[in-house]
């Protein structure tokens, strides 16, 4: 408890509180405020073939009902009702580069559409889906330097237009 080892993203809900992702203790933690008070958290479960650790967490965020989803470092995406678990559903379990494949699925972001955004990271690209089947999958970005190309995306915000700005 207060204690974290690499915290990736961070996110807010309704009520104000404050989610991280805490990637090498491998789980989402949620605090009241920044005092740390009303501490709690949620760790991925582990992979069937896992050797005895759960999934480092790499981002987090909410949708408008105040779901919670996540992206691992191995690759998938999931989405958690509350920080019981309660709810679980996955996305993306196989490691790859096509259409519902990541390679080190990092940062999460949902928008005012509650469509959901993954920064790709190692196959250098943003990918938009809808929902958690992956409908209307769209990305954009390949490995370079220039216009529409990334070096390992790492971040990315919306402004109030919701126009997209890749790190």
Sequence with gaps: V???NEPKQLA?????RI???DQINARIVRIDDITGKGWV?????????????????????????????FTSRE?????IDDMSGKGLVKFGETSGSGVNQFRVAKVIQI???????IGDSLNNRVVRIDDMTGKNWVSIGKEG???GE????????????????IA
Excluded at 12 to 16: F, I, L, S, V
Excluded at 111 to 117: L, N, P, S, V
């Design 75 to 79: 690759g998938n995406i999931g989405r």
């Design 2 to 4: 207060n204690q974290f």
């Design 150 to 165: 990334f070096q390992r995306t790492s971040g990315y915000a919306f402004d109030s237009q919701g126009r997209i700005y």
């Design 12 to 16: 807010r809900d309704k009520q104000g």
């Design 145 to 147: 330097t220039g216009i």
């Design 111 to 117: 928008d005012r559409e509650d469509r959901i955004y």
């Design 41 to 69: 958290s949620y760790a991925e479960p582990i992979r069937e073939e896992g050797s005895g650790s759960g999934q480092r967490i790499w981002g987090v965020d909410l949708d408008s009902k105040d779901r919670i989803y």
């Design 19 to 21: 989610y991280l992702s």
